[in-house]
């Protein structure tokens, strides 16, 4: 497809568990971003990969988050031993390039994540 | 982390009727974007303001960036059932993600 694409659309867990969120971004996109949106909140920064450049980790809100980049294409967004807290709508982001001027975000639809 | 404040948290409204949500902040930015986002689907950007006391018109939407370049405005003339939606400011530097606030929430009634 054109667009962001993230699966699962939904994700029920149990705490504990360990989850895998993917994310393939627009084709030619050297930019990705994810963010959490706890419900009827606005959006918060996970982490910002930008081609090969070292990742910008510092939304991620514990050691149990993280997240890889193939390259400047297929993203994964993993979290360890989820907790309640962790339960929110996981979207992921792409973008032609660092300069944010002239280069809009592309969301996906994003991962629901729901931890019993 | 440079924060953005978005206000009011929500709005209720009759169609027909005009309104003004606001973003702000105490850094500057070297751009600020809005997004609308409807219930179930991800983001979707309305417009990129880059110069200090720009005005963009989109439609029925009329945005405007601060001289200063620290906060912006979204006015809606003639509100629409289908203007509904979250409302995001995001703003950041060339090189550095994207921060967002949290969003005005907007319903416009028939």
Redesign the interface.
């Known amino acids: 497809g054109a667009g ?1 694409s993230q699966s699962p659309s939904n994700k029920v867990t149990e705490k504990g568990k360990d989850v895998e969120l993917r994310c393939d971004p627009i084709s030619g996109h050297t930019a990705l ?1 994810w ?1 959490r949106q706890r419900l ?6 996970l982490i ?1 990969f ?1 081609g090969n450049s070292a990742p ?1 980790k ?2 991620l809100p514990s050691d149990r988050f993280s997240a890889e980049r193939t390259g400047e294409s297929v993203s994964t967004l993993t979290i360890q031993r989820t907790q309640q807290e962790d339960s929110a709508v996981y ?1 992921c ?1 792409s973008s032609p390039g ?4 002239t280069g ?2 592309f ?4 991962s629901r994540l729901t931890v019993l | ?1 440079q924060l953005l404040e ?1 206000s009011p948290q929500f709005l209720s409204i009759q169609e027909g009727e005009n309104l003004t949500v606001y973003c702000n902040s105490s850094s500057v930015f ?2 600020l ?1 809005w ?1 609308r986002q409807e219930p ?6 309305l417009v ?1 303001v ?1 110069t200090g006391g720009e005005v963009k018109k989109l439609k029925r939407l009329t945005f405007q960036f601060g001289d200063a370049r620290k906060d912006s405005s979204l006015h809606i003339t003639a509100a629409q059932p289908g203007d509904t939606g ?1 409302y ?1 400011c ?1 703003g ?12 005005t ?1 907007l319903l416009v009634t028939p």
Do not use: C
């Open positions: 962001v971003y963010y009827g909140q606005g959006l918060e920064f910002y930008q910008d510092s939304g979207l982001a660092a300069r944010i001027m809009e975000l969301f996906g639809e994003g | 982390t978005q070297s751009s974007q997004y179930g689907e991800g983001p979707v950007l990129t880059v979250l995001l995001a950041g530097e060339s090189g550095y993600a994207l921060n967002f606030g949290k969003g929430s």
